[in-house]
Every structure is written in structure tokens, then in C-alpha cells.
T-cell receptor
Framework: QQQVKQSPQSLIVQKGGISIINCAYENTAFDYFPWYQQFPGKGPALLIAIRPDVSEKKEGRFTISFNKSAKQFSLHIMDSQPGDSATYFCAARKAGGTSYGKLTFGQGTILTVHP | DTEVTQTPKHLVMGMTNKKSLKCEQHMGHRAMYWYKQKAKKPPELMFVYSYEKLSINESVPSRFSPECPNSSLLNLHLHALQPEDSALYLC?????????????FGEGSRLTVL
């Protein structure tokens, strides 16, 4: 119940294309869903995050779509650029109580954007 | 200033050595974390400090010993490690441990155990 399943494991997209990464969860106690971007040799950095009372959140070229009934959320990267090539992790967190900010991560997606 | 600073960036140690990893943040965050990340895997939570007190230990072996000297500093003391402990060790902080506060990660300390 604590798992977050992420797909695909790897993704190759041409410059200007749309990158789509999907995550699914089981635990309905999760109520905060961030996406992290990690470049080689660097720590993960928060890209965008959503709460389940919102179905979509957009920040620049990055959009999270959230389907509460299906317990799924996805990251869309519009007009993908070579600089977007990185590993992307979805995550989920139970807020409040004794959760202490513990994030449950998906397994990651390695995105490669070809010029 | 939104940085979490980790030192050293790289560390090589033998199985009998004692070493420490250090982490510092000056964002006024009251929760600090240690994560371990193996290649091509997500970060795995090791410890959480909330208001300078250890609040979560994810059943980490005692050869890893965390310490939080004050609200800005977090150490991870290493002793008698095994080669399988080689990994990227990430420090992170957040404004509060129970809210929706963003988790800020450092760049990590790459540890190699020979």
C-alpha cells in the first residue's frame, strides 16, 4: 500500500515533443504528490507538486495531471528540450500526524531528449 | 539562500575507518533528513530529525550514526561500513516535518567503501 508505481523506466523523445511519465498509488492517505528532477551527480530538485483537490497544475512547460478516482498522476513536459534530459521521480507523502514528511518515491524515469 | 550544503562531495574509506558526512542549511528549516541513493534507484529515507530530535530511524544499521548538533547542522557518522554501503548520501531539509513544505536536497556525498 505504500508503493508508488512509475512508468516508463526510460523514455526517448525528440526535441519539441511531449514527454509523459505516469505514476499510480494505492494508499488513499497520500495527499501531496511532488515530482523531482535529478541530473547526474546532483541531488533531486522539486519540479512541481500537486494536492488531490486539484486535477491539474501547470508551471511553464511542466504540467501535472491528477486523477483521484483512478489514483494516478502524470507529468507532461511540453516542447521537450535536450536540457530536460534527466531522471524524474514521482513521489507521494502523507501530511500531518506521524508522517514526518516521509516521501514514498517511484522508481524513476530516465528521460533522454534528442536534439 | 535556498541551499543545502554537503561535505565532502566524495569520500573513499576502508571498512575499518571512521568518517563523518556533514550537512548544513541556513533556511531556518526545522526538519532535516538523511537519504541513501544507489545508482538508478530512488532515494531511500534513513533518518529524520525534527526540531533537533531524532524522529524517524528507518531501521538503519548502527554503523550509521546520525547527529544533529543544532537546527542548521546534521552529521552522519560512519564506522565499520561494508562495500554495499557505497552510495550517494543525500541530506535534505524542510520547513516543517508534518506539513506540505518542500523538501530541499543537497548535492550529496558520494561514498565508496573499499
Amino acid at each position: 500500500q505504500q508503493q508508488v508505481k512509475q512508468s516508463p523506466q526510460s523514455l526517448i523523445v525528440q526535441k519539441g515533443g511531449i514527454s509523459i511519465i505516469n505514476c499510480a498509488y494505492e494508499n488513499t492517505a497520500f495527499d501531496y504528490f511532488p515530482w523531482y528532477q535529478q541530473f547526474p551527480g546532483k541531488g533531486p530538485a522539486l519540479l512541481i507538486a500537486i494536492r488531490p483537490d486539484v486535477s491539474e497544475k501547470k508551471e511553464g512547460r511542466f504540467t501535472i495531471s491528477f486523477n483521484k478516482s483512478a489514483k494516478q498522476f502524470s507529468l507532461h513536459i511540453m516542447d521537450s528540450q535536450p536540457g530536460d534530459s534527466a531522471t524524474y521521480f514521482c513521489a507521494a507523502r502523507k501530511a500531518g500526524g506521524t508522517s514526518y514528511g516521509k516521501l514514498t518515491f517511484g522508481q524513476g524515469t530516465i528521460l533522454t531528449v534528442h536534439p | 539562500d535556498t541551499e543545502v550544503t554537503q561535505t565532502p562531495k566524495h569520500l573513499v574509506m576502508g571498512m575499518t575507518n571512521k568518517k563523518s558526512l556533514k550537512c548544513e542549511q541556513h533556511m531556518g528549516h526545522r526538519a532535516m533528513y538523511w537519504y541513501k541513493q544507489k545508482a538508478k534507484k530512488p532515494p531511500e529515507l534513513m533518518f529524520v530529525y525534527s526540531y533537533e530530535k531524532l524522529s524517524i530511524n528507518e531501521s538503519v544499521p548502527s554503523r550509521f550514526s546520525p547527529e544533529c548538533p543544532n537546527s542548521s547542522l546534521l552529521n552522519l557518522h560512519l564506522h565499520a561500513l561494508q562495500p554495499e554501503d557505497s552510495a550517494l548520501y543525500l541530506c535534505a531539509s524542510s520547513q516543517g516535518a508534518t506539513g506540505f513544505g518542500e523538501l530541499f536536497f543537497g548535492e550529496g556525498s558520494r561514498l565508496t567503501v573499499l
